[in-house]
C-alpha cells in the first residue's frame, strides 16, 4: 500500500454513459461480480440489482421508464492496513432512474434521463453528502433492416460527483458487419461479438468500471490526512458468453484481466491520499437477466 497524489482522470470515463450506455434494457438483471486479492491487496466483489419498468404513452410511441439499480461493493481489507478500516468493507450505491424517450422518427429516439443516486458506507443516517443527481440527454438511432445493422447513441451526460464539473460525450456504436460478427466502438467500451446460430453470443469487451462514494464518518490517515470518499476505476479486458434460456430470459459469464485499477481513499479536495490497490489482477462476473 502506498500513498499518492495523482488523481486519475480514466475514471471520467466511466460516467459517460450513465444511463443510455451503462444501463441495459433490461426488466431484471441480478449479477455477481468477483476481482480476487493479490497478496495483501484488497479483495473486491459486487452485487447489482436491476428493474426497470417501460410505460407506453402518446399511443405507445414514446416511452417513459421508471428504474432502479442497486449496487453493494463488499471489501476484505486487511486487518490493521488503517484504524477504522471496518468502515469501508461495505459501499452502496442506489440510483433511481427516470427516463424518457420521445420517438422523433421511425429510426431516431431522443431520450432524457434524470437519475437521483445515493451512494455512502451508510454506517450513520443518511447525509447531504451521500445524495447527488445525475442528467442524461442524446440521441439513439437503430438501423436494423439493411445488410449491415448498426445502433448509434450520440449525447452528453453531466455527473454531479464528477471532478470535472461540465457536460461529458456519450458514444456508443455497434454494427453488424458480418451475420456472425459485430464490433462496438465508443465510450466506456469497445469489444466485438460472435453470433451463434441459436442467437447465443460471445463477446470481448475493453470497459471502464468505477465508483465514487461518500465515507460519513470520515477516515483519519497518518499524517493528520482526512479521507471523506472512496474511489474506485478500472480498466477490464474481458470475455464472456451469454445462453439463452428462452427468447428474453439469458444467463451469462464473463471473466478477463483489468489492466489498469486504482481504488483509493479521497478528502475533500478529491485527492487520492490513500491507495487500496492499484495492482492488476483477475475479474469475474455471471449473471442473469430478462430483457425488453
Not at 470515463?13 to 484488497?42: C, H, K, W
Not at 450520440?154 to 461540465?166: A, D, E, F
Not at 458480418?178 to 466502438?185: D, E, F, G, R, S
Not at 474481458?238 to 483509493?264: C, E, H, P
Amino acid at each position: 500500500m502506498k500513498k499518492h497524489n495523482r488523481f486519475t482522470q480514466v475514471w471520467l470515463l466511466f460516467i459517460l454513459a450513465n444511463y443510455m450506455v451503462g444501463q441495459t434494457p433490461d426488466v431484471f438483471r441480478a449479477e455477481y461480480m468477483l476481482m480476487p486479492s493479490n497478496s495483501a491487496d484488497v479483495e473486491t466483489s459486487r452485487i447489482k440489482l436491476v428493474a426497470n419498468i417501460p410505460i407506453p404513452v402518446r399511443d405507445k410511441k414514446d416511452y417513459i421508464v421508471i428504474g432502479s439499480e442497486y449496487n453493494r461493493y463488499n471489501f476484505e481489507v486487511p486487518n490493521g492496513i488503517f484504524v477504522s478500516s471496518d468502515d469501508i468493507k461495505k459501499l452502496h450505491v442506489v440510483d433511481v432512474n427516470f427516463a424518457y424517450v420521445y420517438k422523433l422518427t421511425e429510426e431516431w429516439r431522443l431520450i432524457g434521463v434524470i437519475t437521483p443516486r445515493w451512494s455512502s458506507n451508510f454506517v450513520e443516517e443518511l447525509q447531504n453528502d451521500d445524495f447527488n443527481v445525475n442528467y442524461t440527454v442524446g440521441a439513439y438511432r437503430d438501423k436494423k433492416n439493411i445488410d449491415k445493422p448498426y445502433k448509434l447513441v450520440l449525447g452528453v451526460s453531466y455527473n454531479s460527483t464528477s471532478p470535472v464539473q461540465i457536460p461529458l460525450p456519450v458514444l456508443y456504436y455497434e454494427k453488424k458487419f458480418h451475420p456472425n460478427w459485430a464490433y462496438i466502438v465508443g465510450v466506456p467500451k469497445s469489444g466485438m461479438k460472435y453470433f451463434t446460430p441459436k442467437g447465443h453470443f460471445f463477446q470481448s469487451e475493453l470497459f471502464l468500471d468505477g465508483y465514487y462514494v461518500n465515507i460519513q464518518n470520515d477516515i483519519l490517515l497518518s499524517g493528520n490526512n482526512l479521507s471523506t470518499d472512496v474511489s474506485y476505476t478500472a480498466l477490464l479486458l474481458t470475455i464472456g458468453y451469454q445462453y439463452k434460456i428462452t427468447k428474453d430470459m439469458s444467463v451469462y459469464l464473463i471473466g478477463g484481466r483489468s489492466l489498469f485499477q486504482n481504488s483509493a481513499l479521497r478528502d475533500r479536495d478529491r485527492k487520492d491520499i490513500f491507495t487500496l490497490n492499484d495492482a492488476s489482477g483477475l475479474y469475474f462476473r455471471t449473471g442473469f437477466r430478462i430483457g425488453i
